[in-house]
T-cell receptor
Framework: DAKTTQPPSMDCAEGRAANLPCNHSTISGNEYVYWYRQIHSQGPQYIIHGLKNNETNEMASLIITEDRKSSTLILPHATLRDTAVYYCIVRVENNAGNMLTFGGGTRLMVKP | GAVVSQHPSRVICKSGTSVKIECRSLDFQATTMFWYRQFPKKSLMLMATSNEGSKATYEQGVEKDKFLINHASLTLSTLTVTSAHPEDSSFYIC?????????????FGAGTRLSVL
């Protein structure tokens, strides 16, 4: 699996957009970019994923560069409840038996 | 969305005792489930892959006799920490993929915090 690089921590003001970057320069053509987050003392939660097109859902937007070597997760209006560790993971989307490999993630602190 | 239930959420036990943690997929079937371990301020580390109807697959360095995994049905996997010691104290998390959607969307339990005295 392609390795990802994320900043260890970021701060964001409540109500502002949080933009979380992820570098995955060795990503393969068939690997998707997945984002999960883990709120303190809880299990991780799926946020969004994509291959090459930008994606948006009720939680966030995912912007993937044209060369697919990096991506940005955008939380458009961050709230205090968005304070969590955000993990960027690249994986081939094949059968359901593949585990996820978590890196260090980015610890996002949303401040009032 | 899909729900994975993990029980208990917290357990405190004496050294030498065994602790069983259950992981259930509530509204879908999971032939595969995963067990992770997480130390404070660290990332999740995969311990083993639980396979319904066959033996679990353990990651390198994880003692299979110490961490017994049983995937009894398509909705239940259990992790038993045998003869627990203080160094086994950790946050244990299970997950299951929902095969009907994108294959690498995993649904996670809320985790079990184990404290061994």
């Amino acid at each position: 699996d392609a390795k990802t690089t994320q900043p260890p921590s970021m701060d964001c003001a409540e109500g502002r957009a949080a933009n979380l970057p992820c570098n995955h320069s060795t990503i393969s053509g068939n690997e998707y970019v997945y984002w999960y987050r883990q709120i303190h003392s809880q299990g991780p939660q799926y946020i969004i994923h994509g291959l090459k097109n930008n994606e948006t859902n009720e939680m966030a937007s995912l912007i993937i560069t044209e060369d697919r070597k990096s991506s940005t997760l955008i939380l458009p209006h961050a709230t205090l409840r968005d304070t969590a560790v955000y993990y960027c993971i690249v994986r081939v989307e094949n059968n359901a038996g593949n585990m996820l490999t978590f890196g260090g993630g980015t610890r996002l602190m949303v401040k009032p | 969305g899909a729900v994975v239930s993990q029980h208990p959420s917290r357990v405190i036990c004496k050294s030498g005792t065994s602790v069983k943690i259950e992981c259930r997929s509530l509204d879908f079937q999971a032939t595969t489930m995963f067990w992770y371990r997480q130390f404070p301020k660290k990332s999740l580390m995969l311990m083993a892959t639980s396979n319904e109807g066959s033996k679990a697959t353990y990651e390198q360095g994880v003692e299979k006799d110490k961490f017994l995994i049983n995937h009894a049905s398509l909705t239940l996997s259990t992790l038993t920490v045998t003869s627990a010691h203080p160094e086994d104290s950790s946050f244990y998390i299970c997950s299951a993929p929902l095969a009907s959607v994108a294959k690498n969307i995993q649904y996670f339990g809320a985790g079990t915090r184990l404290s061994v005295l």
